[in-house]
Each structure stands twice: as C-alpha cells, then as structure tokens.
C-alpha cells in the first residue's frame, strides 16, 4: 500500500514600521495597523506518495543510518514481489473456481436433458418435456445473463477509465 508523506510549513514575517526603538522579537499582542509594515505567510507543501519515500527522505535515512536506503529499497521490492505472488494465486484460484463451476453446470444441465429425454421416450411425455425445456431454459438464462453482466462490468471500467484520464 502507499505511503503518503506530507510536510507543512508555515512562515510568518512580522515587520514593524516607526522608531526602531521597539525591541526586537516576537511582539506581544496584537499590532496597529500603523505598526505593521509587512506581514507574509508561506506555506510550503510537500506531497509523496508510493511505495518508497521521497529520493530526499531516502538521503535523509541514508545520512543517520548508513545502509538504510538500500535496506528501504529492498524492503519495497521484496512487498511488490509478494503482492504479485498472491494477485497471481488469487487470480489462478478464481479461474479454478470459474472452470470447475461450469463443468458442474454442464453436468446438471445435461443430467436434465437426459432425464427429460428419457421420460418423454418412456410413456411421460409432459414431465419429460417439461424437464427438458426448463433444462434448457436455465442454460439459455444462464448464459444471456453472464453477458449481460459482463458487459455491465465492462461498461463500469471503462467509464472508471476515462474518469481516470479527465
């Protein structure tokens, strides 16, 4: 996961116009408007997000402790490596899944055709095509509507896409 580091920054400048008399300093309570002369505020950010630090933390790490960026590095790609290895696990796992539920499928579609072929040949005409029928109709139902989901999810990461490029 990124990692996200951010660093605030705030400068505020005061100046005093008149005798320079007054003594030097932060001022205590608030000023006239005749006593300022310059007030400026800057405000510095720093964003940095990703799998390492930013190339002037890595310095930073690198000039307490030497040796530490190349730990830092090795760290970050020995997670990357892993988190592939899983995204490829889960991914073969889900295609298992996928391929073992359709031979089922096919398997019990089958089953019911057969069975509704065999009762409509052997004397049960009405029961037999009706087992038949609603056998293929789960398939035919089946299929149309796993295109039209696919289809939706297709419709949804391309929008997220081009969401993505505006």
Known sequence: MPEEHSEFTNLRLEAVEADKTEKEGPLDGPLSPEQIALVQVIQRRFSHSGPLPSPETLAAYEKVLPGAAERIVRMAET???????????????????????????????????????????????????????????????????????????????QSLDSNDES
């Not at 391929?99 to 019911?112: E, P, Q, R």
């Not at 037999?128 to 939706?152: I, M, N, P, Y």
């Open 79 to 157: 997670q990357s490596s892993h988190r592939h290895k899983m995204e490829s696990a889960v991914i073969l796992g889900n295609v298992r899944a996928q391929s073992l539920g359709m031979w089922f499928a096919f398997l019990l579609a089958l089953a019911g055709i057969l069975g509704g072929l065999y009762l409509a040949l052997h004397g049960h005409s009405l029961t037999g095509f009706g087992t038949l029928f609603f056998s293929l109709a789960a398939l035919v139902g089946t299929f149309v509507l796993g295109k039209r989901e696919q289809r939706k999810e297709l419709q949804e990461k």
